[in-house]
């Protein structure tokens, strides 16, 4: 498979509660092939930070992919802890700065 063009639904946890409501729809590229997922990470990243700030909890949000036909393609796509976390991965000095005060922020929220 290759990228094609995917209608999704951005979900959120609410405050209280576990079940996830609808708050954004959008389309992206994505490639649903496994070992593709950083494609759907991203798409789920910044629709989560669009919807929320760039302070934006990802592991609060999830994604329902449909193809051209509307049948469901993905549903429910979490991003894998070491995303939601919100930690740079590899060294400091090959992450952005934004990666890094992002990073401090979310950290210093949970004090």
Do not use: W
């Not at 959120?12 to 997922?37: I, S």
């Not at 036909?69 to 000095?93: I, M, Q, V, Y």
């Not at 090959?94 to 929220?109: G, H, K």
């Amino acid at each position: 498979m290759a990228l094609e063009m995917y209608r999704c639904v951005l979900l959120r946890a609410p405050r209280a509660g576990d079940k996830f409501r609808r708050v954004d729809q959008f389309t992206a590229q994505l490639d649903l092939d496994p070992g593709m997922g950083h494609t759907i990470r991203a798409a789920l990243l910044d629709q989560a930070r669009q919807h929320g700030g760039q302070d934006a909890d990802i592991s609060q949000y999830r994604l329902n992919v449909f193809d051209s036909k509307n049948r469901p393609a993905l549903e429910d796509f979490a991003a894998p802890p070491e995303t939601a976390a919100g930690s740079p991965a590899g060294p400091l000095a090959d992450c952005t700065d934004d990666q890094l005060i992002s990073e401090l922020a979310r950290r210093l929220r949970r004090r």
